[in-house]
């Protein structure tokens, strides 16, 4: 079984530059999540799709965050303009189902550095 | 609110003896608690999670863990330490009953030496 696939594996761009990342889930997972890995920090969740809708954007940063799953199957995370601190690994995760107890894959992540 | 909270930043174990990695956590009901292991340049990967049931729960690699209610606690446990064992190792925790946000701790950095 493949497991999530994200892209680009690494990327450096400037402050005020937009960028983004795409994520492939495990095929037929319904679940698929975006969380920011800050140096030092546990994942945090930015947002969370239940196929193609939003199930909790409540930390995302709206005013330059963006992010879309169409046809409910990959996603595109954008940011645009890049600040400083947005420079973290962004992690994609998939699971079969939306409940309490569910088990999330995680992709290998993007690493992204603002100059 | 829920949190999680890992106390240690780095834990070093030599190779063979046992090990613990310590994790307590902050919910609002009853909670649905996860261990996972981050290897370098690597996503997470899950290692074992409590529901319910018993409160020893067993998982992959010889880890297991135990649900300890009283003490809000879900420490991470292996009787006998592997180098290849050392990585990044989160907690999280999520409310039963809820299929939102996973709150992650901080991570501990184990290190088995050989």
């Known amino acids: 079984e493949a497991g999530v696939a994200q892209s680009p594996r690494y990327k450096i761009i400037e402050k005020r530059q937009s960028v983004a990342f795409w994520c492939n889930p495990i095929s037929g997972h319904a679940t698929l999540y975006w969380y920011q890995q800050i140096l030092g920090q546990g994942p945090k969740l930015l947002i969370q799709f239940q196929n193609n809708g939003v199930v909790d954007d409540s930390q995302l940063p709206k005013d330059r965050f963006s992010a879309e799953r169409l046809k409910g199957v990959d996603s595109t995370l954008k940011i645009q303009p890049a600040k400083l601190e947005d420079s973290a690994v962004y992690l994609c995760?998939?699971?079969?189902?939306?409940?309490?107890?569910?088990?999330?894959?995680f992709g290998a992540g993007t690493r992204l550095s603002v100059l | 609110a829920q949190s999680v909270a890992q106390p240690e930043d780095q834990v070093n174990v030599a190779e063979g003896n046992p090990l613990t990695v310590k994790c307590t956590y902050s919910?609002?009901?009853?909670?649905?608690l996860f261990w996972y292991v981050q290897y370098p340049n690597r996503g997470l990967q899950f290692l074992l999670k409590y529901i319910t049931g018993d409160n020893l729960v067993k998982g992959s690699y010889g880890f297991e863990a135990e649900f300890n209610k009283s003490q809000t606690s879900f420490h991470l446990k292996k009787p006998s330490a592997l180098v290849s064992d050392s990585a990044l190792y989160f907690c999280a925790v999520r409310v039963e009953g809820s299929a939102r946000q996973l709150t992650f701790g901080s991570g501990t950095q184990l290190t088995v030496l050989p």
């Open positions: 995760a998939s699971s079969l189902v939306v409940t309490a107890g569910d088990i999330q894959y």
């Open positions: 919910v609002s009901g009853n909670p649905y």
